[in-house]
């Protein structure tokens, strides 16, 4: 359980830090001059920490397989899409379907960016996991 406290709160910085990010480059593409209001900040900090929360998904107390991993990325998907597309709701992002298609895919850009983000972090972590036991066990076999 304790990694994966670690990973919600990993996924909160990358998933705020890749939020703004993408907020930024539609940024550069906008007309609209008057800008974000000054509580955007926070808007991006209650979208990092709800949409962090669904990775208690992947929690299991049994490693699971492709199948289940599968259904549980399916389901996270959807949920931060629903957690998302309701927040932009209320609080005035968008006011048409085109504007809701707008956010649905930077969902899927910064959805896809935070999943690599990850991905690489676990092959660095299971990468020196994998050294540390090649050590261990040539430092084995050469006591006995």
């Not at 670690?6 to 990010?21: E, G, K, L, Q």
């Not at 107390?61 to 389901?75: C, D, E």
């Not at 910064?110 to 990850?118: D, E, F, G, P």
Request: glycine residues 4%; hydrophobic residues 50%; charged residues 15%.
């Amino acid at each position: 359980m304790k990694d994966t406290v670690r990973m919600v709160i990993s996924h909160f910085f990358i998933i705020t830090v890749c939020v703004m990010a993408a907020i930024g480059v539609s940024n550069l593409f906008s007309s609209d001059p008057t800008g974000y209001p000054k509580e955007f900040p926070l808007h991006m900090l209650l979208v990092g920490a709800s949409t962090a929360l669904p990775s208690f998904l992947f929690y299991s107390k049994k490693a699971l397989n492709r199948r289940r991993f599968l259904l549980r990325s399916i389901l996270h998907f959807f949920c931060i899409l629903t957690i998302v597309l309701t927040e932009g709701y209320f609080l005035n992002w968008y006011d048409s379907f085109a504007g809701a298609a707008v956010i649905a895919g930077m969902i899927v850009i910064v959805y896809a960016a935070v999943w690599i983000i990850t991905l690489r972090s676990n092959n660095k972590t299971e990468q020196s996991i994998n050294e540390a036991l090649k050590s261990y066990n040539a430092d084995a076999d050469d006591e006995k």
